[in-house]
């Protein structure tokens, strides 16, 4: 097991130029461009576990890199394997979330690691088809556990690389708002053949899209590909398809819901209601936002009216 987890991480560019005798013209240059510029991420470090793996992928989605370093640092030592975190009960997932947001995905992943335990031996599964059908898996995180844990060939989409395969390839400045099978064409056509090669490849055009081809400043005097680019040769043409929206977060149900949460993370056991009146002052947002986090399962409301983690 030890030595098929030292391996579980995608190839260095010095083997895929071994591995693969004929790769496309993109290929070449993101993949030296990697060799040299990848940050150093704990879950790429050739002893990450496909659970280390797992946990990143859950963490990152729509949360900076930044912010997940010290949770997923922490959460690892507690829980270093998918056993350790189905001991616990789910509510212990939420409260180690901390402020990461989106906390549902703290409940996702405690029942990915129980169903881990369940079908699986306690060993996150290797193939995609298992993967997708743990809870809360989608078809990004099964492609990219599979790809980044297990050396597999998959097409990774996640919004970066999309980005960057719309600007080089297809010329137009953003991707559709939502994935197209158009576009998971295009990715599984560009994949290497050999899947360590396509593993490296996956993870690296991710990495160009979140240090380069930005979407609000992209730097193409940095990029690799500037000289192929399809959008730089049409002179960088605007995005034309409807205006991306910016979340706001401030006075939002989204913020209120974090801040009664946060009351009861803190709490060593359940919390009164005035507990949670106490940070919020708009009653009927509050109570919106309680009866959400109930529903949600993020929250338990007690018979004796009391308030407490799952």
């Known amino acids: 097991m030890g030595s098929r987890y030292a391996a579980a991480r995608p190839p260095s560019r010095r083997h895929a130029r071994i591995t693969s005798a004929a790769m496309s013209d993109l290929h070449a240059p993101v993949l030296d461009w990697y060799d040299e510029h990848a940050r150093d991420l704990p879950w790429r470090a050739p002893g990450a ?3 280390a793996v797992l946990v990143s992928e859950f963490m990152l989605q729509q949360t900076p890199v930044a912010r997940v370093l010290p949770v997923w640092s922490a959460w690892l030592a507690t829980w270093p394997t998918p056993a350790a975190l189905a001991a616990e009960p789910a509510g212990e997932a939420v409260r180690a979330w901390g402020r990461l947001g989106y ?3 703290a409940l996702r992943l405690h029942a990915a690691a129980v169903a881990i335990v369940d079908r699986h031996g ?4 290797a193939s995609y088809d298992a993967l997708r059908a743990l809870p809360g898996v989608g078809d990004y995180t099964a492609a ?4 980044f844990a297990y050396r597999q060939r998959h097409a990774v989409l996640d919004t970066n690389v999309r980005r960057v395969l719309a600007r080089a390839v297809s010329g ?3 991707p559709p708002a939502s994935l197209t099978r158009a576009e998971r064409d295009l990715a599984t056509a560009l994949l290497p053949d050999e899947p360590e090669v396509a593993a ?3 993870v690296a055009v991710m990495e160009l899209g979140a240090l ?3 979407a609000g400043n992209p730097r ?4 690799p590909l500037v000289d192929r680019c399809a959008w730089v040769a049409a002179g960088r043409p605007a995005h034309h398809g409807p205006a991306r929206t910016v979340q706001t977060y401030a006075g939002t149900d989204r913020q209120c819901r974090g801040r009664l949460l946060a009351v009861l993370r803190d709490a060593e056991g359940s919390v009164p209601r005035s507990a949670l009146d106490a940070v919020w002052p708009g009653e009927a947002q509050r109570e919106r936002a309680l009866a959400s986090l109930v529903a949600d399962g993020l929250v338990v409301a007690r018979p004796d009216g009391r308030f407490a983690l799952p």
């Open 144 to 147: 990219a556990v599979a790809s």
């Open 49 to 51: 576990t496909p659970w």
């Open 172 to 174: 137009t400045e953003l």
């Open 103 to 105: 906390p549902r995905r």
């Open 200 to 202: 490296c490849w996956a």
């Open 122 to 125: 306690g060993e996150v599964p």
């Open 212 to 214: 380069v081809c930005t």
């Open 220 to 223: 193409c005097d940095r990029c």
